[in-house]
């Protein structure tokens, strides 16, 4: 590592140097030599349940020596709801209100998810209108999204302001999302074959009035959190989980991509409206918590310019194809995946032929996160735990499910 | 007047400044930030709101004062006194105005110093008491931190004390008056030598203070409330009130040392005296609004990267300013 705190470790100041991934930090262990002569001892301690910034219901045990991380494990099941089990006695159009639950800071990916593997298993043709409502939808919740992520990272690095800020706009966004879908966070909008319901009426004015302001919006906030230089200081070279150590954990969405591999859904298996619109995926090179925040403000931006793509070529036409009233797909077993806003969300189901799935599997992005999180915590201090939660942007919901 | 009789009253004088100072700030502090937030905060307790920190004093004072059974008793409940206490006794030196202050001290700006120093030891205290990890983290953080900032802190008024020739505040004061080119007031904020000064001064101010973005031994993303963590009731209130009478006195000491103390400039002197207090807090609470609007903009330092702040370059450059202001003073006056 070079993390030039690591050049201490001759001297003892670190105890037993570094933590050897794969080794449960269990019970005190004492620094071999100690300080000054003087017997040490690690600290562990227990981030949360119950903490301010553990995202959701996340425990971290983390063994400290003073304020340096030795070693971190992360405790995880607290928000266990039971989705894949309880999908199996669901018919098919009901899993959409689980999906929700699970990552429930962005639905609809989840939705979108279960229905596209759903029609895969039923080989329905979704009309072109339902393709552009969820890419629609889709990047309306993945601005959402990133919004709170956003404002929580701010909040995990110690600033208050643009908190608040991020929720002024994401109140705006799920107004919108309140007005298409009914709903503001379980929106149960996308179903196997389509959508819920076309747009509303005079929806496209306030989609219109978000998107004209929300460029300067972003501007702005971009150089309250990232230009300040406290923060710069606190996330530069910080957290490095570069393009080996990502790929090797199975990281995706903005965490693999700020370490410069260039790994899209929406790109490299194209769903939804997504072949049809013109972006970019915004790219990092070393994979610190700068690149991470860098990219995923660059997304933030080119959902902007989707959204404002969608609304503007958005087709006529039957925003559901012809669906039966129960859902009976054909004997067989499918995978179908999108870009949520936390990487490649799937969506792995077995139909044996009845009116519910035998089995579904739901592969969220963020316990992949969080392990590699306990690889890369050791030799950073207490606070960088908390800023690297927030930087890699796990979701409790989707790792407990 | 007895002399024990002008003493208890200045006594409570200063405690009623203190309280009603910490009543104000709190109030101050949730209309600032709300307004920073694009929000309205409190809003419902009598005109807008301004009841609100008045009902929450009567909370805390009724709520159950909750002792965990794992604490140090004797340490945990002084811990609270011995960091109230200095935080009062700072009040003894600062000079409303040219009359009105509780001691005319020579020493002055030494002695409030030496007394707000006496701080991290009572949060030391309260986190080492409270057998919290998060408590205990919060008291190394502070005593580490505020050790760290006397230095430059210290180091960082020297110039003035140089230029003004006198460690008497109200003498620092003094010595502002008058005007540079017939018109621009004599404070040393204004003047342009003094800037470096006046920016180690506001950095290691706030480090002591515990306020953003130096505040580590509270830290709430991190370490959850840090010493405080275990304190419930009026103990956490009083841990509070000191922190909002700490950010006053630093403020009342930027403000003397560097803003002219009581003093406006282009009026007669006689309105000065006359209003001094009125002036010399007013002065002060515009320092804490600074230190509020930063406390709602800021990320929060590192722990390593602020002691690396304070040992590797506040300190080195108040010692080169000391020495360049005594060049200057010694070839100029």
Redesign the interface.
């Known amino acids: 590592m070079t993390d030039p705190r690591m050049d201490v470790t001759g001297v003892g100041l670190l105890g037993e140097g570094l933590h050897s991934p794969g080794e449960p930090p269990a019970g005190i262990r004492r620094a071999p030599e100690g300080v000054d002569g003087l017997t040490t001892e690690h600290l562990i301690i227990n981030m949360g349940p119950q903490h301010p910034s553990t995202h959701g219901v996340l425990r971290m045990l983390v063994e400290v020596d003073g304020e340096e991380v030795i070693a971190a494990e992360a405790s995880i099941g607290y928000l266990h709801r039971g989705i894949e089990k309880l999908a199996e006695h669901r018919r098919y159009d009901a899993v959409g209100t689980l999906m929700d639950r699970g990552d429930y800071v962005s639905g609809i990916h989840g939705e979108l998810a279960f229905a596209m593997a759903a029609e895969k298993l039923m080989e329905v043709e979704v009309p072109r209108k339902a393709h552009w409502l969820r890419s629609l939808t889709s990047e309306l919740n993945r601005l959402g999204s990133h919004l709170v992520w956003y404002g929580t990272f701010g909040l995990d690095t110690g600033a208050m302001g643009q908190f608040l800020y991020a929720m002024r706009e994401r109140e705006a966004l799920l107004d919108i999302l309140e007005a298409i879908t009914g709903q503001r966070m379980m929106f149960n909008y996308v179903r196997p074959g389509g959508v819920l319901a076309d747009l509303p009426v005079g929806v496209d004015t306030k989609i219109k009035a978000f998107t004209d302001t929300f460029d300067t919006y972003l501007e702005e906030y971009d150089q309250l959190l990232g230009g300040n230089e406290i923060f710069q200081h606190r996330v530069k070279g910080i957290g490095v989980i570069g393009r080996e150590k990502a790929l090797a954990f199975g990281l995706t969405g903005a965490n693999l991509r700020a370490a410069g591999v260039d790994f899209d859904v929406r790109k490299q298996i194209p769903y939804a409206a997504y072949p049809e619109l013109d972006f970019e995926v915004p790219l990092g090179s070393t994979g610190d918590a700068w690149d991470r925040y860098t990219v995923r403000m660059g997304e933030m931006r080119e959902s902007a310019r989707m959204i404002r793509q969608l609304m503007e070529g958005m087709p006529e036409g039957e925003h559901t194809a012809k669906m039966p009233k129960v859902i009976r797909p054909s004997e067989g077993e499918v995978y179908a995946s999108v870009e949520s806003s936390r990487g490649e969300t799937g969506v792995h189901l077995v139909s044996d032929g009845t009116d519910k799935p035998y089995r579904m599997h739901y592969h969220g992005p963020s316990l992949y996160a969080l392990q590699a999180l306990e690889d890369v915590l050791p030799g950073h201090l207490l606070a960088d735990v908390v800023m690297m939660i927030g930087s890699t942007d796990v979701m409790l919901g989707e790792i407990d499910r | 007047m007895s002399p024990v009789l002008s003493a208890v009253l200045k006594f409570f004088a200063a405690l009623g400044i203190m309280l009603v100072n910490g009543v104000v700030m709190i109030y101050m502090l949730r209309k600032v930030?709300g307004h920073?937030?694009?929000?309205l905060g409190p809003m419902h307790v009598g005109w807008k709101g301004t009841m609100q920190t008045l009902m929450d004093v009567l909370k805390l004072l009724t709520k159950e004062d909750v002792t965990p059974r794992a604490v140090d008793r004797w340490l945990f409940r002084i811990a609270p006194a011995v960091v109230f206490v200095p935080s009062l006794m700072a009040y003894a030196a600062l000079p409303f105005s040219n009359t009105w202050r509780i001691v005319d001290l020579d020493t002055g700006l030494l002695y409030t110093f030496a007394v707000l120093s006496l701080v991290p030891i009572g949060i030391l205290m309260a986190g080492w008491a409270s057998a919290n990890?998060?408590s205990l983290?919060g008291g190394?953080?502070a005593a580490a931190q505020q050790i760290a900032y006397e230095v430059p802190l210290l180091l960082s008024v020297l110039p003035v004390v140089l230029v003004a020739g006198t460690m008497n505040l109200g003498g620092i004061v003094e010595a502002q008056q008058g005007y540079w080119l017939g018109f621009i007031p004599g404070w040393f904020a204004l003047n342009p030598l003094m800037w470096p000064t006046l920016l180690v001064f506001m950095i290691a101010g706030l480090v002591e203070i515990n306020q953003?973005?130096f505040?580590m031994s509270e830290?709430?993303?991190?370490?959850?409330a840090g010493f405080a963590t275990e304190y419930s009731a009026m103990k956490f209130g009083l841990l509070f009130l000191s922190e909002f009478s700490n950010q006053f006195i630093m403020s009342a000491l930027g403000v003397t040392l560097f803003f002219g103390g009581w003093t406006l400039p282009w009026i007669p002197a006689e309105m000065n005296h006359a209003f001094g207090p009125v002036i010399f807090i007013a002065k002060a609470y515009i320092g804490i609004a600074v230190m509020m609007w930063i406390?709602?903009?800021?990320?929060?330092?590192?722990?390593?990267?602020l002691m690396e702040l304070g040992w590797k370059r506040l300190i080195p450059v108040s010692l080169v300013l000391i020495m360049l202001t005594g060049l200057f003073v010694k070839v100029v006056g």
């Open positions: 930030l920073l937030h694009i929000r990890k998060w983290l190394m953080r953003t973005p505040d830290g709430e993303s991190e370490i959850v406390r709602g903009t800021f990320p929060r330092v590192r722990i390593d990267q």
